[in-house]
């Protein structure tokens, strides 16, 4: 089996979204990496051994812990690393998921992107590095591996799909009426008028189409993308640190580049000042709400986390960590109409609302070459398929994937060498169609 | 009501406990608190607000989140604080805590040690710092309070009760056959024997009889308990840095004092000692080997979780962290010979050698004025009184008192503004007594 889809993709420098200096040690990686048996965690042993051998062991203030194979063990073991806030499931028993059987998916095929030759999905499970993966289909468990680390009683990095909650619960505030999307940020955070997020509406943050000026350009040492780094990281600033030292601070320097709503730009500040909103408008952190109005209504069968900087704040940009079948569980209540457990948890129209998406123009112009049609709402992404798919997504391959009329949903983490999704989109999207399009016929 | 216990106690340093720094700052403390009401940490607001009041945030590095009373807020938070490594409950449902009602407890009165004139159960709780504190007689939960920033859905530390899990585990190892107690803790762990732990028993670790050399003279820069404090800080050290920079490597450096087996010498090194050895015993570290053994057998209904030094190593001697719910569970599971939630959890014979105590000699030897005739098995506090009660016990006032006549077990987690069980015995051990008595009538 012959692959055309590149090996050697640019590497998109997501890594700050962990909020860490990590991506300075990332800079010098190769592009080269072991696949995903000869970099499996479990094999190599990181942190095992009391104590464990001193190249096993893993720091979060050197970078070692986020280099690559090493941060295949990290990724499910964060609250090991930094200080981190639980977000309580409550103290009830977990909502059951019934097994049952679909057919023989580890068979199916699927010719991935830009590719010509066919891949079966126990193929793709490997090339997309996966940590865990669950299928749902009509709520039940159909499927459900582990790699490395990972196990059901575990917690998995969900790195962006932070974001998708952190949206949701905004929309779930507005659909209450405590929050106008139309009104500016700084009517509701006043220390953001000073920043590009001051004359933006909450709409635009929730749908991320604000004019931030946020360079991810690791080359250059004033780029933006290292101050957040460094303001999120929860570690003692240095004595000669001048920079902003939490998440707030950071959200403040913000300087505007371009228009507000005039077209999707994916950054994860806009996620953090969204987080910021929402605390001022519900009186909690978005550990806690999501606790309140999320976790602890799904049966989630585990406690979620969220990473947090000097001062508490959880990382509403990045920073959840989750067990792999509450995050289905999650994808289920979605593909509900916010109904789950017994219980309406979001109203019907607030799942309409992501489902039916945004402006598509707006998302073309930022250029995503494997994501053609797509938008991006309440920071949920938006497939715009026949099926009506909807996404939440993470660097390095964390996917939530939503099929409505394929009545399905899957949960991924993993670890992939390269954080940017392109890098595994290939493997991934027409994997997950493949599987959807094998379950309508099974329904047949 | 006047009390004749001495409200300025001399201040027992156990925060070294903590594994910290934190000492460093409570050392200027005044040795006058407010009282309950007035250091309640939910009126104080600590870390309440987006951002928090510049003083109301705490932080791990300076040491401002462990002085009184900002700690009443730290122990219920821990993990906001310092990396942590999760104690899973697994994913099952939790076991049921029937409730049912034994009468006006509240109202209950008892005479303080060295007092003489009574207070009531009700007043108890506010004299002790009370956080949380639960009942149950027969298994079935007949009281329980939350106060502060403790909910029933929350972990607080549990302190040196950490030892006595860290001790059940190994006596459960020794009746699997798996680790001689008659034999010297280097042939364990040969990395000891240049320690004065090398030529100590299982045994004596267990009970802490060895003889080590390990000040906590506060005011003495190089006391153990800063080296010890230092080595299991998690944070970077400082360039200037050259003590042991974790748990195993302090542990190495302990040097004797006195002869093994002559006396009980309450020393944290110790727990932390036999922490390793049962690492190297199980392959699995303390917390990896409290799940699998005992927390996932409960039906607890939240995860526990452990703070770790830089490497990973849980601490042994006192980071665990739990719900108090929990915690009872644990406790009810010993009054019951080792059997809870339809599982035989631990050996009964594991269970009575812990009841039947050690050495009283060893014991009164060292000087605990307020616990006349106790002893000290498999790290648990064994009364020896009419009603076979036996205890674990924590800095700061955190205690499982089981009363086996009774069939009563409390679980109380505190944040008393003196370290030394010394200053909250007088009103909590009577306390017990008096809601056993109460029981005892109730069930005529």
Redesign the interface.
């Known amino acids: 089996m012959k692959l055309r889809w590149p090996r050697e993709l640019p590497k998109v420098r997501l890594c700050f979204l962990l909020g860490t200096m990590a991506c300075a040690a990332q800079a010098s990686e190769p592009t080269h990496f072991p696949d995903a048996q000869a970099s499996d965690p479990a094999t190599l042993g990181w942190?095992v051994g009391?104590?464990?051998p001193a190249d096993r062991?893993l720091?979060?203030?050197d970078g070692s812990y986020f280099r690559f194979p090493q941060m295949r063990w990290s990724v499910a073991?964060f609250?090991?690393?930094?200080?981190?806030?639980?977000v309580?499931r409550?103290?009830?028993?977990?909502s059951m998921l019934e097994r049952t059987s679909s057919g023989e998916i580890d068979a199916l095929t699927f010719v991935p992107l830009g590719g010509d030759e066919p891949m079966t999905w126990q193929q793709s499970l490997l090339a997309n590095y996966t940590d865990g993966i669950v299928i749902l289909h009509r709520g039940k468990l159909v499927y459900e591996r582990y790699f490395g680390v990972l196990k059901?009683?575990?917690?998995h990095a969900a790195m962006s799909i932070t974001k998708t909650f952190t949206g949701t619960l905004a929309a779930l505030l507005v659909s209450e009426g405590k929050l106008d999307p139309e009104r500016m940020v700084a009517d509701y955070v006043p220390e953001l008028a000073v920043s590009a997020f001051g004359n933006a509406s909450v709409r635009q943050l929730m749908d991320m189409t604000t004019g931030i000026h946020f360079s991810e350009d690791y080359a250059d040492p004033k780029a933006e993308v290292w101050a957040h780094a460094a303001a999120g990281n929860p570690?003692?600033k240095p004595a000669d640190y001048q920079g902003p030292r939490?998440y707030?601070e950071f959200l403040q320097t913000v300087k505007p580049q371009g228009r507000h709503g005039e077209a999707f730009h994916y950054r994860t500040a806009n996620s953090d000042a969204l987080g910021?909103v929402i605390?001022?408008v519900s009186g909690r952190?978005v550990a806690q709400l999501l606790s309140e109005r999320i976790w602890?209504r799904l049966g989630a069968?585990?406690?979620a986390?969220m990473s947090?900087d000097?001062?508490?704040?959880p990382f509403a940009g990045g920073g959840l960590n989750a067990g792999l079948r509450d995050l289905a569980r999650f994808g289920e209540m979605m593909r509900n109409e916010g109904r789950y457990n017994g219980t309406q948890i979001l109203p019907p129209e607030v799942v309409t609302d992501i489902r039916n998406g945004a402006s598509r123009e707006d998302f073309a112009k930022a250029g995503y070459r494997l994501l053609p049609g797509w938008s991006y709402r309440n920071m949920w992404w938006v497939t715009h398929n026949e099926h009506g798919a909807f996404m939440a997504r993470g660097v390095h391959g964390q996917a939530l994937y939503i099929d409505p009329l394929a009545e399905m949903v899957i949960a991924r983490f993993a670890s992939h060498p390269v954080a940017g999704n392109a890098a595994n989109d290939p493997t991934s999207l027409p994997a997950f169609e493949a599987v959807a399009k094998h379950l309508l016929e099974q329904r047949q």
Chains 1, 2 share one sequence.
């Open positions: 942190m009391s104590p464990p062991i720091r979060f203030e073991n609250r090991q690393l930094m200080p981190t806030v639980n309580s409550g103290l009830a028993g977990p059901p009683e575990g917690q570690l003692p939490t707030y910021w605390a001022r952190n602890s069968e585990q406690d986390y947090v000097s001062i508490g704040t």
